[in-house]
């Protein structure tokens, strides 16, 4: 079921995540979310997908982000250079429903190379479905409130000091 | 030169071509093509398992979209010991601990590369007769092959 708090999605890939990130774009387009896809027929360098997608929810005009590359791996270390950017690896519907859930991400990152199509289209629907700290016990959102603030705070320490 | 049996549903076809080539390329054995027009997975499975557990092939690789429907029915087969895997570790063990004959694997779950990785683990790994998973083994197979 389509989340309404997700109004826009931005996603780009590299050569070995185009045909995933394809795959996830028309499912979602499917069900009407609102998705730009950065480069929908040529493969980018993964830096630079990972920097347009950082760039896009940086700049408040996209909710949601996804980057794709052959592992994720490296688009995933790129986004997270970013700050204000939470880019969660996954490789199952758990870890999905977690990356939003317990650590407010927003970009998800999948490989290529491991993900087929139809588990990757799952994985953005169970992250897309979720938000943070919803449907969980409320000691529990109290703790995981204050553990994503906590990140934010250092994440504000450790980019003043590089 | 080992011979593989391998087969699918339509759903795994490009998959299928693509680890046939990586199979042959990588010279783990000569690669018989059981099909993969027929929607009824169960047919393939039956065939690439009693082939294999006839011994007309040394090792079987079955896909469907997730590798679970050609997986349950292979193992309805006698002397057919399927096992279905998405992830390296299990592809080893599925031949180490449970003297797997047969891989099957999900066109829908995983990526490509994975599944060459899969197919790496479960063509050069080799269970060794009376190691502790012997017993388990025997169990399985004693089962199996005294069913009605």
């Given amino acids: 079921m389509k989340n309404e708090n ?121 992250w897309l479905q979720m938000e943070h700290m919803v449907d969980m016990d409320p000691d529990m959102a109290k703790i995981v409130g204050k553990e994503f603030d906590a990140l934010v705070e250092t994440e504000g320490k450790v980019l003043e000091t590089n | 030169m080992r011979k593989i049996a391998i087969g699918c549903d339509p759903n795994a076809q490009a998959e299928k071509e693509a680890i046939i080539k990586y199979i042959e390329a990588k010279g783990y054995g000569e690669v018989t093509d059981f099909g993969s027009d027929d929607p009824i997975y169960a047919n393939v499975a039956i065939s690439v398992a009693e082939a294999v557990a006839a011994g007309e092939y040394e090792r079987g690789i079955l896909m469907c979209g997730t590798g679970l429907g050609v997986s349950i029915a292979a193992n309805k087969v006698k002397g057919a010991i399927a096992a279905v895997c998405s992830d390296v ?36 790994c080799e269970f060794v007769p009376g190691c502790g998973s012997q017993p388990k083994v025997d169990r399985y197979v004693e089962y199996d092959m005294n069913r009605k």
């Avoid at chain 1, 986004?79 to 490789?91: D, I, P, Q, R």
């Avoid at chain 2, 570790?89 to 891989?103: E, F, G, K, V």
């Avoid at chain 2, 990526?111 to 197919?119: A, M, N, P, S, W």
């Fill in chain 1, 6 to 126: 997700v109004k826009k999605i931005i996603m780009a890939a590299d050569r070995y995540g185009l045909a995933l990130k394809n795959a996830i774009r028309e499912d979602l387009e499917k069900q009407g979310y609102d998705v730009y896809d950065v480069n929908p027929d040529e493969p980018m360098l993964y830096q630079d997908a990972a920097c347009a997608v950082a760039g896009g929810i940086r700049s408040g005009e996209y909710d949601r982000g996804f980057a794709f590359c052959g592992t994720g791996m490296g688009v995933s270390i790129i986004c997270n250079k970013h700050k204000g950017v939470y880019a969660a690896l996954v490789e199952s519907v758990y870890q999905a429903r977690r990356a939003r859930q317990v650590n407010n991400t927003n970009v998800l990152c999948m490989g290529g190379f491991l993900i087929g199509h139809e588990m990757g289209r799952e994985m953005a629907n169970a």
């Fill in chain 2, 89 to 124: 570790y299990s592809a080893q063990r599925a031949r180490l601990s449970n003297d797997a004959n047969i891989l099957c694997m999900g066109a829908f779950t995983t990526g490509g590369k994975v599944r060459e990785l899969l197919v790496d683990a479960f063509l050069t």
